[in-house]
């Protein structure tokens, strides 16, 4: 049981590590003065789940959830 409070620290750790990393490397939401005159929509939104950030925000919320599951079986174990 010591062996897996210690796996489950350093896999927490190092989920918390590479989340801050990923939300770091993600674009800000705003859209500035295109989003009032309706610009904003390119090719470049309407195709977003296949770009580079498409594929950031994914792993961001499968990250996160994977993070929060860590944390509460470090919860019921501690």
Request: a positive charge.
């Given at each position: 049981m010591h062996v897996l409070k210690i796996a489950l620290v350093i896999i927490f750790v190092l989920l918390g590590v590479a989340l801050s990393a990923i939300i770091l490397m993600q674009e800000g939401k705003s859209q500035g003065l295109g989003a009032i005159s309706g610009m904003a929509e390119s090719y470049w939104s309407?195709?977003?789940?296949?770009?580079?950030?498409?594929?950031?925000?994914k792993f961001t919320k499968f990250a996160a959830v994977l993070f929060f599951i860590v944390a509460l079986a470090l919860d019921v174990i501690w």
């Open positions: 309407k195709n977003r789940g296949r770009s580079v950030e498409g594929a950031l925000e």
